[in-house]
């Protein structure tokens, strides 16, 4: 059975609370690792390590849940990597759940360095495999796996999830406007005010201003910081696809209202000019974070991915700490 072990990993000034799944426990004599390893990183605004609304840390946020509380995406993933013997490790991004710092002040190039950061968490760990490792990038969590795979030539295979292509100005402009129509997650607080004041986050953060006090419903606001916005109009994962060589599987929900489809579809365009063949999977019905999808489906984009976690050459840095072992 899996074994899942809390950790505290330090990331640059802050300590982020993660869970780490192992598909049998610790290695032993039987021959059963080290094991393939996989990264899961989050999409926007404040999420917890599994995938879902930080309503913990953010109760005004986000609306209550509504019935039985369904697993998040990466927490689906992870027991489903588990099931084919494959490690992962999650956390709880900076400001949400129980790591340190704020959400609201987290810069891209932050998190980037925090997604590394946890890279070399894993790498620390005796009982996973240093050659065979992946990344499993959902929305924003896509651009950073591709930020973060560029210049690690150790990390084997990505799954990007919901992932934009063009820049933040343009994802955010039609996602606006598709919720706008159809009030698509507008129950909750933090989306309707982004929403409404979207063109006023991107004409400040353009003009590299510090913050922005949005009004919430309810009667209160959020002070947001707005260099994380500015760095995300000015690295689009297009442009980071064109630079990076490995294998890429793309997952995108038709019914999407964070990132159109279309995106995956540039992107897939990218990476096949710059000599990745990506596979495209559309999901019928379902949203951002494929909660509209079986256990079956999310069975299958794990065994996709484990299928690409083939071994890799290592640094002199990497080879080192393997032959420490």
């Known amino acids: 059975m899996p074994q899942s072990e809390e950790l505290r990993v330090r990331a640059g000034d802050a300590s982020l609370a993660a869970t780490l799944v192992l598909p049998d426990g610790p290695t032993g004599d039987k021959g059963d690792g080290p094991y393939p390893n996989v990264l899961l990183l989050p999409s926007w605004l404040p999420r917890d390590r599994d995938g879902g609304y930080d309503r913990t840390g953010h109760p005004t946020w986000f609306a209550p849940a509504r019935g039985v509380a369904h697993p998040g995406l990466l927490a689906r993933l992870a027991d489903a990597l588990a099931e084919l013997g494959i490690a992962s490790l999650r956390a709880d ?16 190039f932050a998190k980037i360095d925090d997604a590394r950061d946890l890279l070399a968490a894993i790498r620390s760990r005796s009982e996973l495999d240093l050659r065979r490792s992946g990344i499993v990038g959902h929305g924003e ?42 009030g698509t997650e507008h129950e909750h607080p933090i989306v309707v005010a982004i929403d409404r ?49 490995r294998s890429v599987a793309l997952v995108h929900g038709e019914a999407d209202c964070w990132s159109d489809p279309d995106e995956s579809k540039l992107l897939a365009a990218a990476l096949a000019e710059a000599g990745n063949e990506a596979g495209m999977r559309l999901v019928p019905g379902a949203g951002h974070d494929l909660a509209e999808a079986s256990d079956e489906l999310i069975g299958e984009v794990a ?4 299928g690409r976690l083939l071994p890799r050459d290592l640094p002199p840095v990497l080879l080192a700490i393997e032959e420490m072992r």
């Open 93 to 108: 991004p900076r400001g949400c759940g129980e790591s340190e710092g704020r959400w609201e002040e987290v810069t891209l």
């Open 141 to 182: 969590g896509a651009g950073i796996a591709l930020a973060v795979a560029i210049g690690d030539p150790a990390v084997s295979a990505l799954t990007l999830i919901g992932a934009s292509a063009r820049s933040f100005r343009e994802t955010l402009r039609r996602a606006a406007a598709t919720r706008g129509r159809d």
């Open 197 to 245: 004041w979207s063109e006023e986050l991107i004409e400040h953060a353009e003009r590299r201003e510090a913050e922005l006090m949005l009004p919430v419903r309810g009667g209160g606001t959020v002070t947001l910081a707005l260099a994380p916005f500015e760095q995300a109009i000015h690295t689009p994962p297009l442009a980071l696809a064109t630079m990076l060589h």
């Open 303 to 306: 065994a996709d991915l484990a």
